[in-house]
């Protein structure tokens, strides 16, 4: 059983366009996060949710857009994409207050042509 | 300057060396130290955990973080190929936002 998992594992669009991204852990953890990897390997936290909360939210365009329906899923939504949105996003999921480990998802390679 | 600070490598050793990757951050809050292994097209998985300064071994892998240089190190004895994937340092303080290093691409050749 896959413990994080996003939809879709590619996405290739083109500039201008809206799209989704969608996040499920069946792990029971309370707190889920939003990671952009660019080409360069840098991981960069952008959102994170617990208990449906927003707990962070970075320095991030506000055409990114996270929701978070129930514990178990988050989901990111980009309006009007542009080129440097082209990245690896990560899901992630812990339980606060429990063992430090966050748990990623396989990631969603977005390019945006 | 970057809060945590690590060298992109990549690093290539033969099989069987003993390797050390490391990181340097410049934040004083941080006190939760992690390492994270990332194989190419998978997500971060969880290698070591340290809380404050000290050691911490695991089967073939020691972390060491000394605070007062706020320096952190990741020692892998006896390398094998499998090994080759690229290391995340990563870091908080009492917060829940964990700060990542720009990761090192470690290749084992056999």
């Known amino acids: 059983d896959t413990a994080v998992s996003q939809t879709p594992k590619y996405l290739v669009t083109q500039m201008g366009n809206d799209k989704s991204i969608k996040c499920e852990q069946n792990l029971g953890h309370d707190t889920m996060y939003w990671y952009k990897q660019d080409s360069k390997k840098f991981l960069k936290i952008m959102f994170s949710y617990n208990n449906k909360e927003l707990i962070i939210n970075e320095t991030v365009p506000n055409r990114f857009s996270p929701k978070s329906p129930d514990k178990a899923h988050l989901n990111l939504h980009i309006n009007s994409l542009e080129l440097g949105d082209s990245a690896v996003y990560f899901c992630?999921?812990?339980?606060?207050?429990?063992?430090?480990?966050?748990?990623f998802g396989p990631g969603t390679r977005l390019l945006v042509l | 300057q970057k809060e945590v600070e690590q060298d992109p490598g990549p690093l290539s050793v033969p099989e069987g060396a003993i390797v050390s990757l490391n990181c340097t951050y410049s934040?004083?809050?941080?006190?939760?130290f992690m390492w994270y292994r990332q194989y190419s097209r998978k997500g971060p998985e969880l290698l070591m955990y340290t809380y404050s300064s000290g050691n911490k071994e695991d089967g073939r892998f020691t972390a060491q973080v000394d605070k007062s240089s706020k320096y952190i190190s990741l020692f892998i004895r006896d390398s094998q190929p499998s090994d080759s994937a690229t290391y995340l340092c990563a870091m908080r303080g009492y917060g829940n936002k964990l700060v990542f290093g720009a990761g090192t691409i470690l290749r084992v050749k056999s």
């Open positions: 992630a999921s812990r339980l606060l207050g429990g063992e430090e480990t966050q748990y």
């Open positions: 934040n004083s809050a941080f006190q939760y």
